[in-house]
């Protein structure tokens, strides 16, 4: 069964701090993945995805992940937070036994002091 | 952004009356999908339909139904609404229901029922 997992439901950085929001998985399968955003009041945006043709993904907004199959993981990074990134953030995985369908994660709200 | 437009944004409505809420999309993708969204549960798939005319259920179909006569719209209905449904809905497209093939979300509607 697919499964994704974020390892912490709140995380706070400071303004040109390194933010890192964790997820692993767990798939019979090798999955696709993705990483969303959702700010108040608005639908969930794509900020990158995962599809086995490269394990470092470049998203937009200076967001990257890397796919590390040995620890099952897919963190997503940004080397300098700005108070726009504030926000709830969402690891989704597929698989090929799902067609299609989307596992979420629990989120990860981060917020970003001045 | 994708061309997903949501109606209405925000309803109140009584327990016991039905509901509709429409999704209408201007990308002419195949796959269109409703998921409720609640603290504490994430996303959930009500339904989803791959097609004109064809539609499945999700994960918490209850009390739901869906109807999907044009490409561009997908309409989700509450019978006879409960106050366990309220919730912030949300519609997604996809152009393929393959396991690396992202959804693009709406703006989600908020429903309140009292």
């Known amino acids: 069964a697919q499964s994704v997992t974020q390892l912490d439901s709140h995380v706070s950085v400071s303004e040109g701090t390194p933010v890192l929001l964790r997820c692993n998985y767990s798939?019979?399968?090798?999955?696709?993945l993705f990483w969303y955003v959702q700010h108040p009041n608005k639908g969930l945006q794509l900020l990158l995805k995962?599809?086995?043709?490269?394990?470092l993904v470049k998203g937009i907004n200076g967001f990257e992940a890397e796919f590390k199959k040995s620890e099952t993981s897919f963190h997503l990074t940004k080397p300098s937070a700005h108070m726009s990134d504030a926000a709830e953030y969402f690891c989704v995985g597929t698989s090929l036994t799902s067609y299609g369908k989307l596992t979420f994660g629990q989120g990860t709200i981060l917020t970003v002091h001045p | 952004d994708a061309g997903i437009t949501q109606s209405p944004r925000h309803k109140v409505t009584e327990t016991g009356t039905p509901v509709t809420l429409r999704c209408h999309q201007t990308e002419n993708h195949r796959y269109m999908y409703w998921y409720r969204q609640d603290p504490g549960h994430g996303l959930r798939l009500i339904h989803y339909s791959y097609g004109v005319k064809d539609t499945d259920k999700g994960e918490v179909s209850d009390g739901y139904s869906v109807s999907r006569s044009k490409t561009e719209d997908f309409l989700l209905t509450l019978e006879s609404a409960t106050s366990s449904q309220t919730s912030v809905y949300f519609c997604?497209?996809?152009?393929?229901?393959?396991?690396?093939?992202?959804?693009?979300f709406g703006d989600g509607t908020r429903l309140s029922i009292l």
């Open positions: 995962y599809t086995s043709a490269a394990t």
């Open positions: 798939s019979s399968y090798s999955p696709s």
């Open positions: 997604a497209i996809s152009d393929q229901d393959g396991d690396n093939q992202p959804q693009h």
